[in-house]
């Protein structure tokens, strides 16, 4: 068992997440694992789960979110 490093919960079902740089996160959960590692909207601060948006380096949940920091070429798929 493993101790997830979001909850602390020790669960047999726990899993490695491997990312960029050689980072190794565990974690007993999807939602734990989105909370540790998914980017924050620039905008209105929600986790972004999909695609979303970049621009300059910053993260954008959605089209909107980004125009309103200035970003008006960013799109959302039609």
Request: net charge negative.
């Amino acid at each position: 068992m493993a101790v997830c490093e979001v909850c602390g919960n020790d669960y047999a079902l726990s899993f490695e997440v491997h990312t960029a740089g050689d980072g190794v996160h565990t974690f007993d959960s999807i939602e734990c694992a989105a909370h540790r590692l998914a980017p924050i909207c620039d905008n209105c601060q929600c986790k972004v789960l999909g695609h979303g948006h970049q621009a300059d380096g910053r993260f954008f949940c959605c089209a909107h979110c980004a125009r309103a920091r200035g970003y008006e070429t960013l799109t959302d798929s039609a």
